[in-house]
């Protein structure tokens, strides 16, 4: 029998599904056998074959090491423009997005307006103005360049508005304010704990767009000392290239394989979180 | 291996949105002092400080053998991406008036560029005019502009017939004198052998205009604000009989330049040939070491049987003029390439453009293992004496080499005449280069 709660299995779903993991896991696959072979072998068996030697250690190594260990700075800036920009997003989101959904206020449509119409710009087609912009305020070449665009988040304030009008009861707060508390105590100790899987669900998207953040970075920094992971994948990658090449095609491999694991972990640890949120807003209670 | 390839079109189209405001107005330099050296070995003597963007591994060594021969003058060295990447970010530092280095490291092709609309320093006011003599004829003509002199080249890229002896040998095929014989040895190869091919091409813009060069084209002439195209002449159209021939005979493999595949083929015979810039054997020894003892050099093939070669690559360091101490950054241009600074990079497997290092004879009789112990650089330097006179590139050539893949590439794709696609980019780079500002005619 087939019910709401136990529906019918669908071959065809079943086989589109298969057909997108493998889509979804064989260039991870190509990309975790790649990262074992040596420089000679990965230019010499085929993709997803293992080389002659298991060099996924020496790999590791070498990339940490290469060019005075510029790897491992490359990660602290990731990190830093994770925690700092993707957290102040948050914080910021958060925030405003339930200031926007639980008070009434003049120019409330008006930040609505200018909060929809700031998704619907690619943050690519901003990259030049904000270049501008900052290399007058002098912040080119320095990390606050990355950062404070990162602070931005316009989806992410709109996923918390529209989560904090359902998880936020007005009574809630009513009770909250005959029994005294203060507006920010309402917000820090009452409806934080509402938000949580919705704040879980902006963070992971702040962190996604802030680990992953290429185009801003490469403009904004020319100093490789301030790259984040991405740029600097980049210029190992881009190196293989003309007068003077001298690829680096196992480290920019090992490298990315590094840098995506701790994305891994993350969805890993913050999934059930992850899930709750995304079906914010999809039931009308 | 396509890592990051979208990334990089994103960077290109951001470059031609920054040199749409950047080109507009050609600045008339017409202040053509010509010095002397004293304000730059004043600067020297008084020190400071002074940032230096480069990709060139013998950097890292220059820089340090420099700072150590003037302990009061720091260079601070940055990799600011290669290539492309890095004229993105200088193009963006020029457009905001800061940010940008005291030297910068640019290709011969990129020079015009950045020369013309005024944002490099002209050497001649510290009297570097006076070292035309020590450089080889083609290099100094791409780093003069007019009469102006935008840089002091570094390495460059006289172009010669790299080819795979065992290949070579075991098919019984004579190394091509002409293109003619070139063609001929491309089809014996493949025939011989259905998985070889004579070389790998699927266009590339630096290729295509050497290959004109050769032919003795020349497709672009400009006095600043004047541009003219013409790429159908009598070079371009002797370049494409020969090399539409290979396109359509499928005699080409097409792995793309510079990947992971290319550098494989050009390890295990799959390409025989290569013709290109004399920086080619640092990167066969550095990155090819799969294919040690079988290559070797030859002169490039030629039309006619006359030597006659054209400079591919190469580039050159220039004094940005935001800079603030623009005398030290001369200074630092003079050391590295007129200076101290040749011997770190000849040792770093660089190819230089001063001909007395090219003449030398520790440089021509070095026999070279890799090549099976032929004096390779005999071949070399013969080349860097035969290029081809009065080429000059566009004012935008960086735009161009963008957009090349969407016209001139479509040609290689369909099979189609090269010379199609060379004119669909023609009237592209005219459109562009009117909009620019620019007056463009093409024929």
Same mark, same amino acid.
């Given at each position: ?14 086989? !589109? ?8 896991? #064989? ?54 423009? *994770? ?7 948050? !914080? ?72 904090? *009008? ?52 490469? #403009? ?10 991405? !740029? ?24 990315? *394989? ?5 994305? !891994? ?21 | 291996?396509? /890592? ?40 020297? @003597? ?23 021969? %003037? ?36 290709? %011969? ?25 020590? %450089? ?148 066969? @020894? ?71 290092? /090219? ?52 040609? %290689? /794709? ?30």
């Amino acid at each position: 029998m087939t019910s709401v709660l136990r529906p019918r299995r669908s071959r065809t779903l079943t086989a !589109v599904m298969a057909l997108y993991l493998l889509y979804t896991l #064989i260039p991870l696959a190509w990309l975790v056998i790649s990262a074992t072979k040596t420089q000679p072998d990965l230019l010499s068996t085929p993709g997803l074959s293992f080389g002659g030697v298991f060099a996924l250690f020496d790999n590791i190594g070498q990339t940490f090491t290469y060019d005075n260990g510029i790897f491992l700075r490359w990660l602290g800036n990731t990190l830093l423009y *994770v925690v700092v920009g993707a957290g102040g997003a948050t !914080v910021l989101a958060t925030a405003a997005g339930y200031g926007l959904a639980k008070y009434r206020f003049r120019g409330r449509q008006a930040v609505f307006a200018v909060v929809l119409g700031a998704i619907a710009v690619p943050g690519t087609a901003l990259a030049v103005p904000t270049f501008l912009l900052f290399s007058r305020l002098g912040l080119i070449d320095t990390p606050l360049a990355v950062i404070i665009p990162s602070l931005i988040s316009p989806f992410g304030l709109y996923l918390i508005w529209v989560y904090a *009008v359902d998880a936020i009861p007005d009574e809630m707060m009513e009770a909250a304010r005959i029994d005294g508390a203060g507006e920010i105590r309402i917000f820090l100790a009452v409806t934080l704990r509402q938000l949580a899987p919705g704040i879980v669900t902006v963070a992971l998207f702040a962190v996604v767009a802030t680990w992953n953040n290429y185009f801003l970075p490469l #403009i904004m920094l020319s100093d490789p000392n301030w790259y984040p992971l991405t !740029v600097g994948l980049n210029q190992w990658n881009a190196q293989a290239i003309g007068a003077a090449a001298q690829p680096v095609y196992h480290l920019v491999i090992t490298g990315s *394989v590094l840098t995506i694991i701790p994305l !891994v972990i993350a969805f890993l640890f913050l999934q059930r979180f992850w899930q709750s949120g995304l079906a914010a807003g999809s039931v009308k209670q | 291996m396509a /890592l990051f390839r979208r990334h990089r079109a994103i960077a290109a189209l951001a470059l031609a949105a920054a040199l749409a405001t950047a080109c507009g107005s050609p600045a008339q330099d017409t202040a053509k002092a010509t010095g002397t050296q004293d304000s730059v070995d004043a600067a020297l @003597k008084a020190g400071g400080s002074i940032t230096y963007w480069t990709w060139t591994p013998s950097a890292k060594a220059q820089v340090a053998a420099f700072e150590q021969e %003037y302990p009061n003058v720091k260079v601070n060295l940055v990799n600011a991406g290669t290539g492309k990447d890095q004229y993105t970010k200088l193009q963006n530092a020029i457009k905001a008036g800061s940010g940008g280095p005291d030297v910068v490291q640019i290709e %011969y092709q990129a020079l015009p560029q950045f020369a013309l609309p005024g944002s490099l320093v002209d050497l001649n006011q510290y009297g570097f005019g006076a070292f035309q003599k020590d %450089y080889t004829a083609s290099t100094w003509s791409s780093v003069t502009v007019g009469n102006a002199l935008f840089g002091l080249p570094q390495d460059s890229g006289p172009m010669a017939l790299f080819y795979n002896k065992e290949d070579f040998d075991k098919y019984g095929i004579a190394v091509p004198k002409t293109w003619d014989e070139y063609l001929d040895a491309a089809k014996k190869l493949h025939a011989a052998d259905p998985t070889k091919f004579i070389t790998s091409d699927t266009g590339d813009p630096g290729f295509t205009t050497s290959m004109i060069w050769q032919a003795g084209g020349h497709p672009f002439s400009t006095d600043g604000r004047n541009v003219k195209i013409n790429l159908n002449d009598q070079g371009a159209q002797k370049w494409t009989k020969v090399w539409d021939q290979l396109v359509q005979g499928k005699l080409l493999s097409t792995v793309k330049g510079w990947s992971d595949d290319w550098y494989r083929e050009l390890g295990d015979g799959t390409i025989a040939t290569l013709v290109t810039g004399a920086w080619m054997p640092g990167v066969f @020894k550095s990155s090819v070491t799969a294919g040690s003892g079988k290559w070797a050099v030859a002169p490039m093939p030629t039309y006619d049987g006359q030597p006659v070669s054209a400079e591919n690559g190469g580039s050159a360091q220039s004094v940005l003029k935001q800079s603030s101490n623009p005398a030290l950054a001369a200074a630092f241009v003079r050391w590295l390439n007129h200076g101290n600074g040749i011997k770190p990079f000849i040792a770093s497997g660089g190819f230089p453009s001063t001909t007395a290092d /090219l003449n030398s004879p520790a440089f021509l009789n070095a026999a070279d293992p890799y090549f099976g112990g032929q004096q390779v650089n005999q071949v070399l330097t013969a080349a860097s004496g035969a290029v081809a006179k009065g080429w000059s590139y566009l004012p935008y050539q960086l735009y161009a080499n963008t957009i090349f893949v969407d016209t001139v590439g479509k040609s %290689y /794709l369909d099979g189609t005449a090269i010379g199609g696609g060379l004119k669909a980019w023609q009237a592209s780079l005219v459109d562009y280069g009117n909009q620019q500002g620019f007056t463009v005619s093409a024929g």
